[in-house]
Every structure is written in C-alpha cells, then in structure tokens.
C-alpha cells in the first residue's frame, strides 16, 4: 500500500521535472528562432520526447541532440524537427507522408499539426524500429499516426497523392517516387547529400518543381532502391 503511494508520488514528480524541461527546450528553439509559429510550439509542448527513448537516455530528452534508438540510427534533434515542421507549413487535416519513422517523435509532432481528421502515414525499413514507435505511440495515445515496413525510397503509393512528405534521412538524390506521389500544390522536403547534406524544399505547382535551398545538415542514409 505504502510502496503503491510512493511510485505514485514519484512517477508524478517525474512527469513535472520532463515537463518543466520540455518547457525550456520550447523557450530555447523560440530564442534561437526554430520555432517560428505557435502551432509548432503547441507541439512541441504536448508531445513527451521521453516517450520515445530507451530507458538509459529518458533524462537527455530535453538536450538539443540526436540520440541512439537502435540499429545504428538516431532520433533526430529537435531543432531539426522544428526546421522542417516550419519548412513545411503543415495545415489541419492534411495527409503527410513521412520517410524514416525511426523512434516515431517526429511523427508525433507532425500528427499534432494536422490535428485529429489528418493522417500522418510513416515508413521505417527496419521492422524493429517500427514496432518499437507503434508501442511509443500508442503509449502517448496518438491514434493517427499509421507506421510501415518498407523501402521507404520508394514512396508509399498505396495511399498517395499526399500534402507533404518528408525524408529524415539523407538521399543522393530526390527519388523520382516521391515527386510522382506528391500532391499539386503539395511540398517536399528531403536532406540531399551523404551524411553533410543540404535541406531541399520541393513545390510542385502545376506539376511543374520549384527548388529552394534551405541550408546544411547532418542525417543518417537513405538507403533502398532509390537511396545510398
Ligand atoms: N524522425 C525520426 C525520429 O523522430 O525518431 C528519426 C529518423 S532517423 C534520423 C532516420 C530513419 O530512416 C532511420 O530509422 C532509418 O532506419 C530510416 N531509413 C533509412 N532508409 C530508409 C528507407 N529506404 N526506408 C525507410 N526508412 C529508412
């Protein structure tokens, strides 16, 4: 009875402590001018990073940093989650397909700004990965987030055409695929390069492709049919 009330006391504290941090790494992505709008604020805020780490590195989720969840592969810094929430100008009710489901915070995020009529479809090649983020995001309670096994350099043509889509990974080039399966008017964005990459933006406006160039970044590989 007594140990019951002392998990209990200690469970909640722990929940104020990464809320409290939460709200520091928010100020700090505002300051250093990541955060652009409040609707990626509100995200940030409502998603819990801690969800979706290994227990040994729950106390560095509020550090700016990538961080290992298995199979050589990182979850990506939020600085950089919030460089391509803002990049992408994610609207309510959108359909998003996202390359690289990973540990499934970026995810998370982006199915916060689409709110609950969007859909937020993910493709992650290693199946235990994949696995690992359905558990993480059931646990949060995110309902509209459908996780894949696949070769995401494809695409995911099943459900296409889609508003947005992003690759958090580096691919040597923009897969033919994902422009075939992007909505007109719809937005891509993908890290071209081999780890030091450059952050391209894709428009498609009347299936014509505008290219923006957004700036330097480090990502694992794309790898698969139209990867590394
Ligand atoms: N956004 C993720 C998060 O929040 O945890 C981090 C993604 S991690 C930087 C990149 C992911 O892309 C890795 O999990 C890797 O296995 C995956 N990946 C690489 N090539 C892929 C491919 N062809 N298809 C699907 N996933 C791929």
């Not at 040994?56 to 961080?67: N, W």
Request: proline fraction near 5%; include cysteine.
């Amino acid at each position: 009875m007594v140990e019951g009330h002392i998990y209990t006391i200690q469970f909640l504290y722990q929940k104020y402590m990464y809320e409290q941090e939460r709200e520091r790494l928010v100020l700090n992505l505002n300051r250093e001018g990541y955060i652009k709008t409040k609707r990626v604020e509100q995200a940030f805020l409502t998603v819990p990073r801690e969800a979706f780490l290994p227990d040994l590195l729950k106390d560095y989720a509020y550090v700016d940093t990538p961080l290992d969840i298995g199979q050589g592969q990182t979850i990506s810094a939020p600085h950089m989650v919030a460089i391509m929430c803002e990049s992408l100008d994610i609207k309510d009710d959108q359909k998003i397909l996202e390359i690289g489901t990973g540990s499934g915070y970026h995810a998370a995020i982006v199915a916060q700004l689409v709110g609950e009529a969007g859909y937020v479809y993910t493709i992650e090649r290693f199946e235990s990965l994949a696995k690992k983020a359905k558990e993480n995001l059931k646990q949060i309670g995110c309902a509209n987030v459908i996780v894949n096994v696949g070769d995401g350099s494809c695409g995911l043509p099943l459900y296409q055409p889609y508003d947005r889509i992003y690759v958090t990974c580096a691919a040597p080039y923009i897969p033919q695929p994902l422009i075939d399966q992007l909505q007109d008017c719809g937005k891509l964005l993908v890290p071209i390069g081999d780890m030091y990459c450059e952050l391209i933006l894709l428009e498609k406006e009347k299936g014509k492709s505008i290219i923006h160039r957004l700036g330097g970044c480090v990502f694992v590989p794309l790898v698969g049919k139209y990867g590394h």
